[in-house]
């Protein structure tokens, strides 16, 4: 058994209490017209990144599953089809031998 | 009066012109964005981090388009605030981190000792409790400080949580869940600190 556990429990609990606390600001009516006139002078945008970006990495992540089962299908067609590099060239070979001379000659296949 | 309107009618009037109006939007949400301000940033900074909050809220209006009320909007951009400052801060901070003295020290020790609710409670009001919180969570990064504080601190669910930090649930479930072995692991050092002092 680990024998910090309970002293790391307590002092978790107690720097959970520590942030809860409420603490106050005195932003009055100055704050405000600071702000006020920040706002007059950026003006509004229509659009931003919080507007236009907002949910893009949901978005991204929705796809992954359909991404992973594409992948799995594709492999599970190239494992059980015939579908084999070797194949492939013998069946080009056969049909255009000349073609298949000049690639090999440059280092493709 | 045009403190009476609700917020939608408000945005509508700001956007077709009348900046104005959106004073009262500032008026009306103020504690609310103070409210996590406050919780995320120190002090000292928490009147610039709100006043950017307000900022981007008003610039990013357009793109606001009720999908959601008004404050929870608001709320998830002040989140994103305080989590871009820490982000800022961790580029530049040059300083090295400060070390605890023994005032913190005994403010651990006394939390460790036997005691009641009332003492426990009057403990976690001491500035030192701030401060020893302070030092553990400037020892993470930007984004383990604000999943940790908003996932485990503040109690938000992680789909809320991921939702506020714009991440997906797997992001911030894994993320919490190292950020709180992390601080785990500083709480051991500064426990094991205190043995070693006495």
């Known amino acids: 058994m680990n024998p910090y556990k309970e002293p790391i429990r307590k002092v978790e609990e107690a720097l959970k209490a520590v942030h809860g606390r409420e603490e106050g600001i005195n932003a009055g009516a100055a704050w405000v017209n600071n702000v006020m006139r920040e706002i007059r002078r950026t003006g509004v945008q229509p659009s931003s990144k919080y507007s236009d970006l907002e949910g893009y990495g949901q978005l991204v992540w929705r796809f992954t599953a359909a991404t992973c089962l594409l992948a799995l299908a594709l492999t599970v067609y190239a494992m059980t089809s015939d579908l084999s590099t070797a194949s492939e060239v013998t069946r080009l070979f056969f049909d255009d031998p000349l073609a298949v001379d000049m690639v090999h000659s440059l280092g493709v296949i | ?131 020893v919180l302070g030092y553990a969570l400037d020892r993470l990064s930007a984004e383990d400080r604000m999943v940790l504080s908003l996932v485990h601190l503040d109690g938000l669910s992680v789909k809320e949580a991921a939702k506020m930090l714009g991440w997906s649930i797997v992001k911030t479930k894994v993320r919490a869940h190292r950020a709180r072995r992390e601080m785990r692991k500083i709480i051991l050092e500064l426990i094991g600190e205190g043995m070693r002092l006495r």
């Open chain 2, 1 to 131: 009066m045009v403190s009476e309107l609700d917020d939608e009618e408000i945005i509508k009037r700001v956007l077709s012109g009348d900046v104005n109006v959106f004073e009262v939007l500032l008026q009306r949400y103020r504690p609310l964005v103070f409210g996590i301000v406050l919780k995320h940033v120190p002090h000292d900074s928490a009147e610039e981090v709100a006043q950017d909050v307000f900022v981007r809220a008003y610039q990013s209006l357009y793109g606001y388009a009720a999908k959601s009320s008004f404050p929870r909007w608001l709320a998830t951009l002040a989140v994103r605030s305080c989590y871009d400052f820490w982000r800022n801060h961790a580029r530049n901070r040059e300083l090295p981190l400060s070390s605890l003295t023994e005032e913190h020290q005994r403010w651990l020790d006394e939390v460790l000792a036997p005691q009641s609710r009332e003492a426990f409670l009057e403990h976690t009001a001491r500035q030192e409790g701030k401060e």
